[in-house]
Structure formats: C-alpha cells, structure tokens
C-alpha cells in the first residue's frame, strides 16, 4: 500500500464505542466527515492516516491480508482468524499474551474482556474436567450411534483446543446464532462460546469445565506484518503511538511535589524505594524549589509518607494528562517486527 496509514475500527457496539473513547483520550480524535454512518474517518492532527469502520469478523482477516497497517479487535477473533487450524492448543499453552503470525500486538486495552470456554450441561454431573469429557466423548458414540454435538462461532479455536486436550469424537455444529442456548434445542450436546460474566450460560443450563478455558480475551491494537509500511506510514503510526504511549504512561503515574530540597541521592533514593523517575530540580535547575518527580500510582502513598519522614513540609500529588518519552516502547517493539 502506498496511500496513508489505515486502522481498522469495529464498525458498532460497545466495543466501537470504548474504541473512539480510548482514541479521543489519547489525543487522536476521530472525525467521521459524513456522520456516524460513515464507513471511513480521519485522526484530527494526524493527516496520513485514516480510519475504516469494519464489521467484527471482518478485521481480522483484513489484518491477516496486509489490508489494513492497524487494528482494534478481540484476542479470540485473531486466534479464530489466523490462527493454525491444525495447530493443537495443548494443556498449559496460552493464547491470551501474543498474536499468530502475521500479526503484532501492540498494546492490549483494557477493555472488552471476555473468556472463550468450554461449557456442558449442569445436569453431566460426571463431567468436570476435559479429561472428563474425552471420556463421555467416547462413552457418547457407543450410546448414541453418532458423534456429540458441539455448537460454536469459533470453528478454528475448537477443533485445535479439543484435539490438544484427547477429545476425538466430536462434531462441529456451526452457531451463528445464541450459542447458549443450543443444547436446550437439541441441536448440540455442549458449546464452545465467549462469555464475560458466565451468567448467561448459567441461565441456560450449562457450566464452564474446569480446565475449558481455551482463552481470555481482550480488546488489543494490532499491527499487520503483511501490509506496505512505507516511510509516510512508518512516521504516522509512530506518531500514533508516541500519543497513545503518553497517555497510558500518565495514567500508571502520579506528579510529586515534594517542599525539600532536592538532591541527586534524595532521587535515587525514591528511585529505589518507590520506582519514581523523571526527576526535575524546580527553580532554576541548580537544586532551588521543591522536588518534583513522577511515581506509580500503586507506590505513591507510601513515597509521600516518606518524603514526610525525610523531612519535606508538605507533599502534594497530582495527575498529569500525558508523559511524552524519547523512547516510545509501542513503536520500538514494532518497528522491530517490520
């Protein structure tokens, strides 16, 4: 691709909604020329690049293509996508930290958390692990003249999950539909569905397997390593990450100003004890006016009770909208990638 940076947004729902949201808080506001039913966007500030407003299921593959430089999507759409179809998911392997090739994941968001699992009826009593369930995969044929039934939108992560864990005997039932509720119409014996809070399948009957947890999924910003990165695009998702690096940075840190006076070993000190960095002297940089730096938020309570002790007058903490630094680690590890 030779034409600008293009990221691909879902197209609806909450997950647009957080997507826009997390956008306008990182200082990339989103402009949709002709309204909301616009099927493309432009970043105010950022000219070479463009966002396309695409369907769900329909980002992944785009990503998977080099159609699209960026996207925002669900862990468990990727791994359906692009994943290896005959690539076992065994017991102890994780899907939830990394994206199969050709995709890079950025930063995960924080947002649109839900678990891809493994659920029976609450009336198989026998069944609790997924050893348990290779069992009654078995038992099922020999019983029932056929293999069991299982419902699913995620044909791909299914197969590979009960194949790693020695369920054999099985047939995929295709659910486009609610998943849930397909073993109380007879059309499955068991489902393979995403769930954020598990009320849902409770409500329908089913329980989660122990160990049938086949992902935790998340909303993340992917990179596709199929597409044209050429030197305009390269410069604008850098831009693009340098403004949303900024903004997650200031969110893990509070400001300290500290009434002391400020010293290269009072820095260390807060340094080691606290994780506090970027140290500034106030004044006129010579080490006159307060001690002003930045601490994790977790820690921070702890650093003002000590630059008390160590004899500052007051200490006052403040949030800060954003930290900008030299050296943004969102572009770095893609740009490694490339």
Partial sequence: MTGPLVVAVPSKGRLQEQTLAFFDRSGLPVRQARGARD????????????ISFRSASEIAREVGAGSVHLAVTG????????????????????????????????????????????????A????????DLADVAARFRLKHHRPMRVATKYVSLTRRFLTGHGVHDYLIVESPGATEGAPAAGSAELIVDITSTGQTLV???????????????????????????????????????????????????????????PSVSLFEAARIRFGATAPFTGGNGTGGGPAIFLCPTKTVHGCAAWLLETGATTVSVRTVDYVFEAENQLWLDLARRL
């Fill in 39 to 50: 099927y493309f966007a432009r970043i105010s500030g950022l000219p070479d690049a463009t």
């Fill in 75 to 122: 862990m468990d759409l990727l791994h359906e996508t692009l994943g290896g179809a005959q690539d076992e998911i065994r017991p102890g392997v994780s899907l939830d930290e990394t994206a199969p090739p050709p995709a890079h994941v950025v930063t995960r968001l924080g947002f649109g958390h839900a678990n891809v699992v493994v659920a029976v009826p609450q």
């Fill in 124 to 131: 198989w009593l026998d069944v609790v692990t997924m050893s």
């Fill in 203 to 261: 409500e329908n009957g089913l329980k989660v397997v122990d160990d049938g947890v086949i992902m935790r999924s998340e909303a993340a910003l992917v990179a596709s390593l199929e597409a044209g990165w050429s030197d305009k695009v390269r410069t604008a998702a850098r831009t693009m990450l340098t403004r949303i690096a900024a903004d997650a940075r200031a969110r893990s840190v509070k400001m300290i100003e500290a009434a002391v006076t």
